[in-house]
Every structure is written in C-alpha cells, then in structure tokens.
C-alpha cells in the first residue's frame, strides 16, 4: 500500500516474486524515482537531456554492489575471487567472511564492490561461478547513495 499527497491511499497485489525480492523491488523503484525529482541528481540509470531523461542500456550503468557468494572456507578462496574481479577491473571497498565450524565448510563471503560497470560485473560474476571453491549462485544488489 502507498500512500501519495496527490493520488491518496493506493494498492498494488498480485502473485509477485515473494515477500524479499517484492520488498527490495518496490524500495530500489521508490529510490530511484526519488533521486529522479531533481535532474541534476538524477539515478545512475538516467542522463539528463534537455527537459527528460534518457534510460540508459543496463550494461553501461556504474554502480556500487553488495555481492555475497557461498564458499568452502580454505587457504586462498578470497585471493581466487579477488584475482577475477581485479582482472575485470573491478575494486572491492571491503570483504566480510566469518569463521566456520570446521575448515573446509562452506561460509558466506561477502564483498563490497566500488563502483564498477554493469557489463564489468556480469563477465566476473560468470568467471567466478566457474570456481569450484564457489557453492551456489552469487547474489547482487546495487548500492546507492542518498545525497
């Protein structure tokens, strides 16, 4: 349910994707048309011209990510991941992995990506997907900034 100053109380439902995905869809939408208010700071999707904007293709825009993969904590899985990203020219801002129970499990690792390109990350993400260090499918998000 949203409630707007000109439109009132509405409702959107249907089947969905499930409460998650919904709930992060329906916010990153809300973001982005509040960052779209203003032109001048307008979202990474958009580029001012003249009096509209201009969707950009999905593999041009630049963004932060929050990437979590799954991985068997052993001796240099980190520097694995690390070695496809940096051949991508892709930057981590910062990694979070815990311990496991019993080396040799498996363990989230995840990673703060600096802005990189859509297309970059597509290319890694396939490369890393091919380690066998990797457990299951890498999980994305866009990070933005409110300024």
Known sequence: AVRGDVVGDTLFYGRGAGQDPTASAVIGDIA????????AKCGRSFSAHKLY???????QIVSRYYLRLNVLDRPG???????????HKIGIS??????????GESVPLVLLIHDARES??????KAIESLKCIKSAP???HVEDFD
């Open 139 to 141: 999980r994305v998000m």
């Open 32 to 39: 982005e048309a509040a960052m779209a208010l203003d032109l």
């Open 77 to 87: 899985v980190l520097a694995q991941v690390a070695a496809v990203l940096g051949r």
């Open 53 to 59: 904007g201009k969707v950009r293709e999905i593999g």
């Open 94 to 103: 910062s990694v979070i992995q815990p311990e496991s129970e019993e080396p």
């Open 120 to 125: 970059d990350l597509r290319k890694a993400l």
